[in-house]
């Protein structure tokens, strides 16, 4: 059974789509007597800087015809419609043969890599090679420092991998729009989308941001898609689609996807993280949120060797760490950073204070001129492990209820009126304006794949965005 698989065909500039390329691929090998048996939609690494957009690829598995055949009818897809004019576009196409429900290890590593590291394209063509299965380079090529054409070659042989590589799924139901109409204003009425939208929520998620008023299913880029609804079962997302009112669709296509499932991030350590991988990390927070000039707000995590359920305090929340200065003894102290685009989601980190346990998650970068390994975690959602519910304060006398003063370097306190005496401060609790549990940016913010709370199956309680 041929497994036919393209990326890299879009433009910034001038629109296009892979999605939209393997749609037409699919129609075309059915046209030629092939059955499609299925449509993926595969999110490779969102830290890789040369993707137009969301860094998809796209693979159709297709019964019924042979992989030449196959392949031919693609390479003519391809040629028809990406937009190879554009430099930067690399479009590559790979046909395997009979690999579906068994792909090599190698090409299975390869599409696990390709989610948390930077490939190379020599690499994909020497696997895809070895394994004789065809392959093609479109376009001017040597881009982004590659010598041939075709640098698509690495997505597309990814989406072959994929399914051996990644055990979770959801579903992206595609509306596409006539293809004139491509970079005009999309018309979709907006009040249309919210209904159908909570009519199938939370199986059908991150369709709107009910904050914002955002329709976060009608994308801005000048290529041919009208909406996408993403969820967890294919009827639901169609029923969405089919409520919305809008312009004319041309086409409409479902793709099985790792989208919303957290396929990008590994746990880490910090003070031991890769540049452009994403992780999930477990630390203690260092020093107080920090809003910075543009609106981002950085937070300091420093490693912490606590481990769930150890070092409980019954002065504190569930499991803080109680260090005066966590951050003291030379741990590793990770930077991380809500951009402003990520809305509200800055505010429940600004709630976040000093020796309070978290886990975050999000891709790290380092940029040249940091001043050690550790570079920023661009948060994507983090969970609160333990908060700090106490603060030291200064004792209020049992009196007169007036607070007392110190009573000399390492002398306790004392109400100088009421001659009452108190051996330090006291433990006052504080009002903490955020829970135990995950956060997560809103719709808007969210990364194709990145995983909403909604869907479940999370180690502590969730406080989802919709
Ligand atoms: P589209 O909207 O068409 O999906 P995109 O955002 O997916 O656009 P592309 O234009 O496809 O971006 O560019 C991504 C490029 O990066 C492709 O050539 C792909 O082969 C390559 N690529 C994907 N994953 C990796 C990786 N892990 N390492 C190196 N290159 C990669």
């Given at each position: 059974m041929p497994i036919v698989a393209v990326d890299d065909t879009d433009s910034r500039e001038r629109g296009m789509c892979t999605t939209y390329v393997g749609v037409r691929i699919a129609e075309r090998l059915e046209r030629a007597g092939g059955r499609v048996t299925r449509r993926l939609l595969v999110r490779l690494n969102p830290a890789v800087k040369h993707k137009t957009r969301g860094n998809a690829a796209v693979a159709v598995w297709v019964e019924e015809i042979g992989t030449d055949e196959a392949f031919r009818v693609a390479e003519e897809t391809v040629r028809e419609f990406a937009a190879a004019g554009d430099p930067l576009t690399s479009p590559g196409l790979v046909a395997a043969d009979g690999v579906a429900g068994d792909v090599p290890d190698d090409v299975a590593t390869f599409a696990r890599r390709a989610l948390r590291e930077r490939l190379s394209l020599g690499e994909a063509v020497a696997i895809a090679d070895r394994h004789g299965f065809t392959h093609a380079g479109f376009g001017?090529?040597?881009?982004?420092?590659?010598?041939?054409?075709?640098?698509?070659?690495?997505?597309?042989?990814?989406?072959?991998?994929?399914?051996?590589?990644?055990?979770?799924?959801?579903?992206?139901?595609?509306?596409?729009?006539?293809?004139?109409?491509?970079?005009?204003?999309?018309?979709?009425?907006?009040?249309?989308?919210?209904?159908?939208?909570?009519?199938?929520?939370?199986?059908?998620?991150?369709?709107?941001?009910?904050?914002?008023?955002?329709?976060?299913?009608?994308?801005?880029?000048?290529?041919?898609?009208?909406?996408?609804?993403?969820?967890?079962?294919?009827?639901?997302?169609?029923?969405?689609?089919?409520?919305?009112?809008?312009?004319?669709?041309?086409?409409?296509?479902?793709?099985?996807?790792?989208?919303?499932?957290?396929?990008?991030?590994?746990?880490?350590?910090?003070?031991?993280?890769?540049?452009?991988?994403?992780?999930?990390?477990?630390?203690?927070?260092?020093?107080?949120?920090?809003?910075?000039?543009?609106?981002?707000?950085?937070?300091?995590?420093?490693?912490?060797?606590?481990?769930?359920?150890?070092?409980?305090?019954?002065?504190?929340?569930?499991?803080?760490?109680?260090?005066?200065?966590?951050?003291?003894?030379?741990?590793?102290?990770?930077?991380?950073?809500?951009?402003?685009?990520?809305?509200?989601?800055?505010?429940?980190?600004?709630?976040?204070?000093?020796?309070?346990?978290?886990?975050?998650?999000?891709?790290?970068?380092?940029?040249?001129?940091?001043?050690?390994?550790?570079g920023t975690l661009k948060l994507e959602k983090f969970a609160v492990r333990g908060l700090v519910e106490t603060e030291p304060t200064t004792p209020t006398c049992p009196e007169c209820r007036r607070t007392m003063s110190s009573a000399g370097r390492d002398q306790g306190y004392r109400c100088r009126d009421c001659g009452t005496t108190a051996p330090g401060t006291v433990e006052q609790p504080i009002d903490r304006e955020i829970e135990r549990g995950w956060y997560e940016v809103p719709p808007s913010a969210r990364r194709h794949v990145a995983k909403p709370l909604v869907r479940g199956g999370f180690d502590a309680p969730v406080h989802p965005e919709r």
């Open positions: 001017s090529g040597g881009a982004d420092g590659e010598t041939a054409p075709g640098r698509g070659r690495i997505g597309a042989l990814a989406a072959v991998g994929a399914p051996a590589a990644l055990d979770e799924w959801t579903v992206e139901h595609i509306t596409y729009r006539e293809l004139d109409r491509c970079g005009t204003p999309r018309e979709v009425d907006a009040d249309s989308v919210f209904a159908a939208a909570d009519a199938e929520y939370p199986t059908v998620w991150d369709t709107v941001d009910r904050e914002t008023g955002a329709v976060v299913c009608v994308p801005n880029a000048p290529g041919p898609i009208l909406y996408g609804i993403r969820g967890d079962d294919a009827a639901a997302c169609r029923r969405v689609a089919d409520a919305i009112a809008a312009e004319p669709a041309e086409r409409t296509a479902t793709f099985l996807t790792n989208q919303g499932t957290d396929a990008h991030l590994a746990d880490g350590v910090i003070g031991d993280l890769r540049d452009g991988a994403g992780y999930r990390v477990t630390g203690v927070v260092a020093s107080a949120p920090e809003r910075k000039r543009g609106g981002h707000v950085h937070v300091s995590v420093a490693e912490s060797d606590v481990t769930d359920g150890e070092n409980a305090d019954p002065a504190v929340g569930d499991d803080p760490v109680t260090d005066d200065d966590p951050a003291a003894g030379g741990e590793r102290v990770l930077r991380a950073v809500a951009f402003a685009p990520t809305g509200r989601f800055r505010d429940r980190v600004c709630a976040l204070r000093p020796g309070d346990r978290v886990t975050l998650c999000g891709e790290h970068e380092v940029r040249t001129g940091d001043p050690g390994p550790d």
